[in-house]
């Protein structure tokens, strides 16, 4: 079957530090990824989604995220990061039948 | 402003009650969907509809009802059969189904369901 995992439950970086976001994914064809984040308490909000084409792809909040086939992976990174992006993230595939896979979610907590 | 509304946002149930969690979007989407969420997990699907008057089991499916009478609203039911209840519901639309769910789903804040 086909997975999203996401191996860090939560991860801890201070204000100003870079960050990255681990997602690995079984599949058997070309994927479409995404990246969404959920703020405590909300919904969900698109940070990037990956296609085809440039396999570096940049999003919203100044987050990109690179497509690396040979690895089956799809990490989201930002270089400096901030207080508000304190949030939950979650890795998504898109299976051939348009059904969304998700991850279980990484917990980024932002240090002072 | 164009979204989904979701309400109430929180809920709280007694044992074998049903219940109506109600979702309506303004963006002219035709695809809806219901999921849950649980601590932990990423959301599972509940049930989705890709027009009026259609819709589809998810994932998970039992103890779940739902109804699309009309393009803007897709109410799902919980209901005494579901065990365990107790989560973070969202719903989402997409402009449509197949290759129109490319541009990505918008979701509403969501309802929190506790069985009390």
């Known amino acids: 079957a086909q997975s999203v995992t996401q191996p860090d439950i939560h991860i801890t970086v201070s204000e100003g530090a870079s960050l990255e976001l681990r997602c690995n994914y079984s599949y058997g064809a070309t994927p479409y990824l995404f990246w969404y984040v959920q703020s405590p308490g909300q919904g969900l909000q698109l940070l990037l989604k990956y296609f085809s084409g440039d396999t570096l792809v940049q999003g919203i909040k100044g987050f990109e995220a690179e497509f690396k086939r040979s690895q089956s992976s799809f990490n989201l990174r930002k270089p400096s990061v901030h207080w508000s992006d304190a949030a939950e993230y979650f890795c998504v595939y898109m299976d051939s039948n348009y059904q969304l896979i998700w991850g279980a979610g990484t917990k980024l907590i932002i240090k002072p | 402003d164009g979204g989904i509304t979701q309400s109430p946002k929180y809920l709280f149930r007694k044992e074998g009650q049903n219940v109506t969690l109600s979702c309506e979007q303004n963006?002219?989407?035709?695809?809806m969907y219901w999921y849950r969420q649980d601590p932990g997990q990423g959301l599972r699907l509940i049930y989705y509809?890709?027009?009026?008057?259609?819709?589809q089991k998810g994932d998970i499916a039992e103890g779940y009802s739902v109804s699309r009478e009309k393009k803007e609203s897709f109410p799902l039911t919980v209901t005494s059969a579901q065990k365990n209840p107790t989560a973070f519901y969202l719903c989402?639309?997409?402009?449509?189904?197949?290759?129109?769910?490319?541009?990505?789903?918008?979701f509403g804040s969501g309802t929190r369901l506790t069985v009390v």
């Open positions: 509809s890709q027009i009026v008057n259609d819709f």
């Open positions: 989402a639309s997409s402009p449509g189904w197949g290759a129109l769910t490319n541009y990505g789903y918008t």
């Open positions: 963006l002219n989407h035709d695809a």
